[in-house]
């Protein structure tokens, strides 16, 4: 699939069935190829036990197929119905706090719940033995959103007893538990593992390796119910693809391993509806209110795209103002244009746009779409044409594999969230901000999870690697690449303990680096770190005093332990001993960049460039235009040498 391919996220149930039949021509007219439908559908399907009522849906298949539209057909365990809830009460989720989530909205099961697990895939093996042959069925989509509503961490009774499950086989002995997660601290062992409850609702914070490994459990529980649907879709449905939309900026569960059960990853794309709560600063949300921020939609489709292997799709991009962010502004037009670029620009294979028609009742009537709720065109309708006109225009292309590669491991964000030391600790916004100040210098990305490939690779960094297994260091240091280490790599074990030979563990050797003692400051502190060219830069928040063997390329200049090592080359790594932010980070970048033999290209700041195959690619997030450089050898296919306020370049080498 090497040209952008188009769909939409359709909900026939909510309309009147005379709309049916014009609905799929106007997809058609429009320039649509896929449409996705029936994630929500289970109570209209199966409306009591045992009796079921496909009638409605085999019409709109047909009538969608007949169309030439390709169908992706959704399981539907996102909402189950209320009978179901009314037999199984104990599937329901239980927040922190101990409440019951219940019944009337979505994602109202608790993955721990046995009981809604066989259910699950009973109703999953309904829809596939239904559908899995049907011509017009090209792809299916597991469930919706698994994190949504922040409902991967459960704390029910079904939650802990499968948590001891969990415990009992991972540790075999209450002895082996007892030692690992350090019990004898503040006396807290167990004399059987019946005893253990969740880590919630404690006087003081938790043992950190009890909440770490709980993490791990509600993580393994998502795959096995993701897997579970997958084994029984691939049996009824052999041939057709199978993904699930993730959740831009979810980090709960473990992605690259739920990835694994995959045919094609897929996310969905909201870039306005997560600005205002992202950790961006006051002026540059101000700045990017109606485009977001320049790296959103990149960094999710690499992250996606590599955890895919090649295959990643967006199933919902956001079409206008959303209704369930704090505020919701309009994009500015030209935006969704922009989007839907980006998105093929860095490896999407399809776009799908959320939702066909604006819905004019429940909880979702503000949320805009490509029609109005009247069947009017609304602005996202119209951008969608001009992307089908520019398609037809474009040779298909792959995108190729990166000279840098970000380490993303998540057991790492989660033991940073439970031990932080620093209640303002960015933790996955480090990652965030190194892949932006990285696409900010010109540079294309790939992502890796601690047990990917690293070969081919110029430069791998690691932004946050606080767990770093002694596999992942061999892996680090077979490597041919550079490699950029953060500050906390490898400064606990998979256990949670600090290694025997102090931070950062595994990495000693090759950082020549060893942690004698970490604090964490306030801006008040106002310290600073030199660089090697006498450049002066502000920091604070997380710092560590180390002892370095190889090469100091930047002090502290500090109130305690003044002239100590801030950043440390050895003839293969660059160790970091702070979270460096903003100039600091750009300055450091730049220069690893350069060390690592790569072409650098300062950009500016609303500008981002990268390539597909033979494309090149240009977006402007900025209000005012900006001019490409050196583009006396390039063929426009798109757009023109400057690109105007949201606007697309795309051209190819002359």
């Avoid at 892949?435 to 110029?458: I, K, T």
Wanted: proline share 5%; glycine share 8%; with cysteine.
């Amino acid at each position: 699939m090497n040209k952008l391919e188009l769909g939409v996220c359709y909900y026939p149930e909510q309309w009147d069935r005379s709309l049916w039949r014009e609905d799929a021509q106007r997809m058609v007219d429009m320039g649509i190829d896929w449409v996705r439908i029936a994630e929500f559908t289970w109570g209209l399907i199966e409306p009591r036990r045992g009796e079921f009522d496909w009638g409605w849906l085999d019409e709109v298949i047909d009538i969608l197929g007949q169309a030439g539209l390709r169908i992706m057909m959704s399981t539907p365990t996102a909402a189950p119905p209320k009978w179901l809830v009314d037999e199984y009460p104990e599937m329901l989720p239980v927040d922190p706090n101990g409440r019951v989530r219940g019944y009337g909205s979505r994602r109202h099961y608790c993955f721990s719940s046995d009981a809604y697990l066989a259910e699950a895939k009973r109703i999953a093996t309904e829809y596939a033995r239904r559908y899995g042959q049907n011509p017009y069925v090209q792809a299916w989509q597991i469930d919706n959103e698994y994190n949504d509503h922040d409902t991967v961490l459960s704390y029910s009774a079904a939650a802990r007893d499968g948590f001891r499950r969990w415990l009992a086989e991972r540790y075999g002995s209450i002895e082996a538990l007892n030692d690992t997660w350090g019990a004898a601290f503040w006396s807290l062992a167990y004399t059987s593992f019946d005893q253990i409850e969740l880590p919630n609702g404690t006087v003081a914070m938790p043992n950190p390796t009890h909440a770490l490994d709980f993490a791990r459990y509600s993580s393994d529980r998502v795959r096995l119910f993701n897997k579970a649907q997958a084994d029984i879709l691939r049996a009824f449905s052999p041939g057709r693809d199978i993904t699930h939309n993730f959740m831009a900026g979810s980090f709960e569960f473990d992605h690259h391993a739920v990835a694994k059960d995959l045919d094609i990853v897929g996310f969905d794309s909201y870039p306005l509806g997560n600005l205002l709560g992202s950790t961006l600063s006051d002026k540059e949300k101000h700045h990017y209110l109606r485009t977001g921020a320049p790296d959103y939609q990149g960094f999710h489709c690499d992250l996606y795209r590599s955890q895919g292997r090649g295959r990643m799709w967006i199933l919902e991009q956001q079409p206008g103002p959303v209704d369930w962010a704090e505020k919701n502004p309009s994009p500015a037009d030209g935006m969704v244009r922009l989007w839907t670029w980006a998105a093929y620009a860095h490896g999407a294979q399809a776009v799908m746009f959320f939702r066909w028609r604006q819905a004019k009742y429940a909880q979702e009537q503000f949320h805009t779409a490509l029609l109005r709720s009247d069947g009017s065109l609304d602005q996202a309708a119209l951008e969608l044409a001009q992307v089908v006109k520019e398609r037809a225009a474009l040779p298909g292309a792959l995108r190729s594999r990166a000279q840098v590669a970000i380490v993303l491991d998540y057991e790492s964000l989660w033991a940073a969230d439970i031990l932080p030391h620093d209640s303002e600790f960015p933790n996955a916004q480090i990652v965030r901000e190194w892949y932006a100040g990285l696409r900010s210098l010109g540079v294309d990305l790939d992502f890796v999870g601690p047990d990917g490939d690293f070969s081919g690779y110029a430069l791998v960094v690691l932004p946050q690697n606080m767990i770093v297994t002694s596999e992942l260091a061999a892996k680090l240091r077979n490597c041919q690449a550079k490699l950029l280490i953060g500050a906390r790599s490898g400064s606990k074990t998979a256990t949670m303990h600090t290694p025997q030979n102090l931070a950062p563990g595994e990495l000693a050797d090759l950082t020549g680096v060893r942690v004698l003692r970490v604090e964490s400051l306030p801006e008040l502190a106002n310290e600073s770190v030199i660089m090697g060219d006498g450049a002066r830069y502000s920091f604070s928040g997380w710092r560590e005093v180390v002892q370095a063997d190889g090469t100091t390329l930047a002090r502290f200049d500090s109130a305690y332990r003044d002239g100590s090592p801030a950043v440390v080359r050895s003839e293969k790594a660059t160790y970091l001993a702070m979270v460096p932010r903003g100039s600091l980070l750009h300055a450091i970048l730049t220069e690893t960049l350069e060390w690592a033999g790569m072409e650098v290209t300062d950009l500016d700041p609303d500008l981002r460039i990268t390539q597909r195959g033979e494309l090149r690619f240009a977006f402007n997030f900025g209000s005012t235009d900006k001019a490409l450089p050196d583009t006396q050898a390039y063929e426009f296919l798109v757009g023109g040498a400057v690109i105007p306020p949201y606007g697309v370049a795309i051209w190819r080498p002359g």
